[in-house]
């Protein structure tokens, strides 16, 4: 018999496949290529941007396990004084270089983490329609099955959840800042490895995962020129606010 907290697990982990498909659909080149914002973005970047949705902002359930743990290591050094005070002494090490894109680099950091959050908040949601209808995993693998638990999210939420995703996308508008952030991320793991007694195993994979994320960030902004930035941001913004009036339009049969 299945433990009340393994099908919990396993429904979340189903939920979040089922929204990774309803990305990968409105992400896909044709889909991307019907989108007027979108009009002048060559091929190439087109996929490039359907791929860091993919890979780092909506991975597959097992893969997005590992970023939410990254995503809470990451958050709990930031908010303890005794794993924090070392990394205090790190940025004074690299102000000299970095100077004022330290604080701007952070800011990336805690954009990209903040997004995850809302994505997490987002699924609890979710989850919370799927147990009150006793939905069991393999009955939400349809759009017209998810429509419902969809439509039961508040717009004022799903809002809030569309702006941060914009909001990371507009964070990425300088290479030397997202290298930056790299830099400091690298710096910051090195320091742990030389500090097993304030910081173990977890924290390092932590943080070795939230810079894989400001890495793909870099990768997605360095194919892109500065004119593309505004109109994928434009585009993101269009697609996310038609899928969801699609996905209450569905749900209520129309």
């Known amino acids: 018999m299945t433990s009340p907290a393994l099908g919990t697990t396993n429904l979340r982990l189903a939920l979040i496949d089922a929204y990774r498909g309803e990305i990968k659909k409105r992400y896909e080149l044709r889909a991307l290529r019907q989108t007027a914002e979108l009009d002048n973005i060559s091929e190439d970047k087109l996929v490039a941007l359907r791929d860091f949705f993919l890979d780092y902002?909506?991975?597959?359930?097992?893969?997005?396990?590992?970023?939410?743990?990254a995503s809470d290591r990451v958050g709990a050094i930031f908010r303890s004084p005794r794993q924090l005070m070392p990394m205090m002494g790190l940025a004074m090490g690299t102000l000299w270089r970095l100077g004022a894109m330290i604080p701007s680099a952070a800011k990336v950091t805690a954009t990209t983490l903040e997004s995850l959050k809302e994505t997490r908040l987002l699924e609890e949601r979710m989850l919370h329609y799927v147990l009150e209808h006793n939905l069991k995993p393999g009955d939400f693998s349809k759009s017209k099955v998810l429509a419902p638990i969809i439509a039961s999210i508040p717009g004022s939420e799903m809002d809030r959840?569309?702006?941060?995703?914009?909001?990371?996308?507009?964070?990425?508008?300088?290479?030397?800042?997202?290298?930056a952030g790299v830099e400091i991320m690298t710096k910051a793991i090195e320091l742990m490895g030389k500090r097993p007694d304030t910081y173990d195993e977890k924290d390092v994979e932590g943080f070795t995962l939230g810079r894989s994320l400001i890495e793909g960030s870099l990768h997605l902004y360095e194919r892109l020129q500065p004119s593309d930035a505004q109109a994928i941001v434009n585009g993101i913004e269009r697609i996310e606010i038609e899928w969801?009036?699609?996905m209450k339009r569905l749900a209520k049969g129309r």
Not at 57 to 68: G, H, M, N, Q, T
Not at 161 to 171: P, Q, Y
């Open 57 to 69: 902002i909506y991975p597959p359930s097992k893969e997005r396990e590992a970023l939410d743990m």
């Open 161 to 179: 959840f569309r702006n941060d995703v914009l909001a990371l996308f507009r964070s990425m508008n300088s290479s030397a800042l997202l290298r």
């Open 244 to 246: 969801y009036e699609k």
